[in-house]
């Protein structure tokens, strides 16, 4: 590709919504090739010498589309299929399970997720499960329902027992990210105390002045000892599937609450079922779970647990940041320093942009 050329990105999933201004002078700088596949092996075909994919220099997925018609997942056998003039993949939301990057890499190949769009978001979602796994909103709002009629509220003996307030409780978290530091910051604005287990231990500007003597546990057991609230925050890799089991449920303080907005994977279901069955944990609260979009049962049909659809970064103003972040990998890539901003991957030679 010679320097003058634009480069051929392929767009993947629906329009850009939020950030128009950004796309009109996206539109400027690349020549735009729609995905228009419907399967796997339609993708495939149109990767194939002379295909409409074929001189791809890049991958534009800025928002996800219907399943029939969005991205497949990028597995070796579809990754081999890739014209060697593909350097880049640039896709929205934090999470890229299924996505094999290391395959990536070793083709040449960044791929880049959309990390820092949702922090705000889930951040203030998973502060909302905090408190509604500590005061049962969720049971207390269906018996507000159930009472049509009702000369006075009789709620309050059903929750006082086992509501408790934030308010000097211990916030364990697992995985001290940018999105786990932005919900220690909201809890300790209601009066929780921070400690976590982490892959990296953040430093002293982060933990002793943002998070005002956040206290690191190097292992995961100690730290679920102390925690009146365990929140899961991190990636969900073969180290962090099931992190929290049976076993690790037996580590943990009685009465301790439950908070996931990482990834369903991370948490055996059934385990925390049977959990809240039994009084280990009094109350959970998940934006996540481990076989979406089916809940299990059993977390279903227990109120003092809030569920939501994993909503985590539903709102204008993520979606506005993926799809801007998703341009800006590309822009950085072919129009800056030839380095993504998101990287998830080692690409272990840098081939030339050309």
Known sequence: ???TSKPSILF????IRYATSQWQQFQQNFTIIPYTSRSKA?????????????????????AISEP?????????????HLPSSCKIISSVNHGYDGMDTE?????????CNGAGAANDSTADIALFLILAAFRYTTFSESRLREMRGAKYFAVEGDVVPYSNTTRNRILGVVGMGKIGVEISLRARAFGMRI???????????IEEGLLGGAVYHDSLKGMLAVADCVLLACPHTPETHHVLNRETFGMMKKGVRIVNIARGKCVDEEALATAIEDGTVAGAGLDVYHDEPVVNPRLLDNKRITLLPHMGGACVDTHENFERIAMDNLEAYFLGDGKPITPVNHVESLISRG
């Open 1 to 3: 590709m010679e320097s």
């Open 68 to 80: 029939q018609i969005d991205l497949p997942l990028l597995d070796k056998e579809l990754i081999s």
């Open 195 to 205: 400690h976590y287990y982490s892959r990296t231990r953040r430093g002293k500007d």
């Open 42 to 62: 339609e993708f495939i075909a149109g990767l194939q010498p002379g295909g409409p994919y074929s001189t791809i220099n890049g991958i534009l997925r800025p």
């Open 12 to 15: 993947v999933g629906r329009p």
């Open 103 to 111: 395959e990536l890499g070793r083709r040449g190949i960044w791929y």
